[in-house]
């Protein structure tokens, strides 16, 4: 019994070494541009929010050569009713530019991690069950590129798809736009983004959260 | 109306009185803004953009129930840089009567490019 309870410790003990490397490692990584040169298109995540949010992605996202970033996944939060509808309206207008020949797009969406006016005690609860969908979605598109510029939506996945670089599912780029709104304190999702060293380039929109933040990087207004 | 109890009533404007028309939503906003001489408008970055940008003048009334607002800091830093006049409900009467449109500064539209460049070059791809 003694033998079998410290082999098991023993497994234990390994995997948790292990899991601590691999994700120094992956750490240490981040922000370290990998890419060979002429690399191939790239599938990409692009996490869609209420209000402002999605409005500022897709600006950014019209000045992203699209061939280079397919086949691309919108998802949004299931109590947002216009922000896939908005991402639609993008990807049919590329089709009617001929910017691309096909549709590559798919249109998701996620159980919300909080609501606004949330309290901050059941907000733990939603987010769990929101992490439980996120991992769902995440095993079924497993991205290269994350894209995302704010809202609570984007935590689940941006911290799967880390964790998914750490146990060697799939590798990826993770890009955090701070929106244009946040000129002197980051959002809560910047914040913990950029804390947990999960996104790999941290954009900011204003001098003085790059004074703030001295890893982001400051673009100016992008609206 | 939206979120709110109070109803304006609506009014086609006779005998020298305000018009006043009301919708919770219009397709057609952009033509409304186009038109306007004066915009009003909550704090919503979209809302500001699409008036800046139409380079209408703007008064930004800041929403000081939400929570953390940080709705008043984009409005209060494009007031300081002189591109629109900020107010609290409270102050909207005060800033109508003192403001001087003219005295406004366009603002420069801004620019997504420096982002889609650094992403390309972090992922490898060529420079355009």
Known sequence: ?223 | MGQGTYLPAESIGEDGLLAVDCFTFSSSIADHLSSASLVISHAGSGSIFETLRLGKPLIVVVNEDLMDNHQSELAEELADRKHLYCAHPQSLHQVIVGMDLKSLLPYQPGDATPVAKLINRFLGFPDD
């Open chain 1, 1 to 223: 019994m003694d033998g079998c309870y410290f082999c098991i410790m023993a497994i234990i003990a390994t995997s948790v070494a292990i899991f601590l490397i691999r994700l120094l490692h992956v750490l240490y990584l981040t922000g370290k541009s990998r890419r060979l040169k002429s690399p191939q298109p790239l599938s990409t995540l692009i996490v869609l929010g209420s209000g402002g949010h999605t409005a500022e992605m897709m600006n950014l996202l019209s000045v992203l050569q699209m061939d280079r970033f397919t086949p691309r996944f919108y998802i949004a939060a299931a109590t947002d009713n216009m922000s896939l509808q908005k991402a639609r309206v993008f990807e049919d207008s590329l089709l009617h530019k001929k910017v691309i020949k096909g549709s590559s797009a798919q249109f998701m969406q996620i159980y919300r991690s909080r609501e606004v006016g949330q309290s901050y005690v059941t907000s733990v609860w939603t987010t769990l069950l929101a992490t439980t969908h996120a991992l769902w979605l995440m095993v079924k598109i497993r991205p290269q590129v994350v894209l995302c510029n704010g809202p609570g939506t984007c935590i689940p996945l941006c911290v799967i798809a880390f964790l998914f670089k750490v146990i060697g599912i799939r590798w990826s780029s993770i890009f955090y736009v701070e929106s244009i709104a946040r000129v002197k304190r980051l959002s809560l999702s910047g914040l913990l983004l950029y804390k947990l060293c999960i996104a790999d380039q941290f954009f900011v929109q204003w001098p003085q959260l790059q004074r703030k933040y001295p890893r982001a990087h400051y673009v100016g207004c992008l609206m």
